[in-house]
């Protein structure tokens, strides 16, 4: 037993860990240089692909994992396990539970598809930030998640890639998706899904914001829905709030029906808007796509999102 413990590597302080599967570097798993890394450390993995889980706990805050290419394609970080038999944090190809961290120029994916949640990416904790990163899923493929009651926690999405089904953008975080990607998958059905599942605690002012981001999918016309009212353990006080502001929506999403009930919750218990938003998706009109005024968008802003009582300020330009 000692000297199993004896075997555990130290952190190592601000430095630069290399990681290639082919052995080229320091080690030849993500999951083993996060065991070695401290705060500060910077995990530069070379291209590959790399199987498995990498779970990040919260005793390794300040790290930051980045492809070495600089081309999120080059580094794949690949698993296909189901939330129904491991659960959500047992599921997610990336589970970060550490503060402070950076995801940078890899591609995250959770391939097992339709018939359970089985996520990508679990954010569980404050001050992350995730830039050009590829996050590939089904249902429920990205969640920011702070634990129960109004706690909360912050990420910032930039310049990335997020694709997925039903609800693949969800949570009870401060979550702010800027200049992103966001593709809904073709189910060839006349309901092709949900982009977002927001469980906002009443007493948080912001939730979910989606900005300057393009939304795509080769559905059907008007097929998929911006979000639905996600109270999540029924939770009266989940009032999810999502804001799609300054982005380009593409004609798959809905007209009427743009936001939608969920488990006998009617999305008008939650706070669904938009501003300023352009494309063939953009509202034409209908009482059901509330729009948010100019005055009051002047405080729902990617910085107002993220600077909670820190100043905490990562928005890029």
């Known amino acids: 037993m000692l000297a199993a413990l004896l075997a555990v590597p130290a952190p ?175 189910r060839n059905s006349s309901n092709n899904g949900y982009l977002t599942a927001a469980a906002t605690n009443a007493s948080n002012k912001y939730g979910i914001l989606i900005t300057r981001s393009t939304l795509t999918s080769s559905a059907a016309a008007q097929t998929v829905a911006l979000g639905r009212c996600w109270h999540a353990g029924n939770a009266a006080d989940a009032i999810g709030q999502v804001l799609v502001r300054d982005s380009s929506l593409g004609g798959h999403i809905r007209q009427a029906g743009a936001w939608q009930d969920m488990s006998g919750f009617s999305w008008k218990t939650c706070r669904f808007t938009e501003y300023n938003n352009s494309g063939s998706g953009k509202t034409q009109g209908t009482s059901d796509r509330p729009q948010m005024s100019a005055s009051t968008a002047a405080d729902y802003t990617s910085q107002k999102y993220l600077a909670g009582s820190d100043g905490w300020n990562p928005v890029q330009p």
């Not at 401290?38 to 805050?61: C, H």
């Not at 790290?63 to 970080?77: E, N």
């Not at 539970?97 to 569980?124: C, F, P, W």
């Open 12 to 186: 190592l302080a601000a430095a630069t860990i290399t990681v290639a599967a082919d052995g080229s570097g320091n080690y030849t798993t993500i999951q083993a240089a996060v065991a070695a890394a401290g705060s500060g450390t910077v995990i530069s993995v070379k291209a590959g692909t790399y199987r498995g889980q990498v779970s990040i706990p919260p005793g390794r805050s300040g790290i930051t994992i980045q492809g070495a290419t600089g081309t999120a394609t080059d580094v794949v970080i690949t698993g296909n396990t189901p939330q129904s038999t491991a659960g959500a944090q047992g599921s997610a190809t990336l589970l970060n539970l550490a503060k402070d961290t950076t995801i940078k120029n890899l591609t995250v994916q959770n391939t097992y598809g339709e018939g359970s949640q089985a996520l990508a990416v679990y954010a569980g904790a404050d001050r992350q930030v995730y830039r050009n990163v590829r996050m590939l899923g089904f249902q429920d493929t990205f969640l920011s998640w702070g634990g129960t009651g109004s706690s909360q926690v912050r990420q910032y999405v930039y310049k990335s890639h997020i694709e997925g089904a039903v609800d693949f953008i969800y949570g009870n975080g401060d979550l702010v998706i800027d200049s992103t990607s966001i593709v809904s998958l073709n």
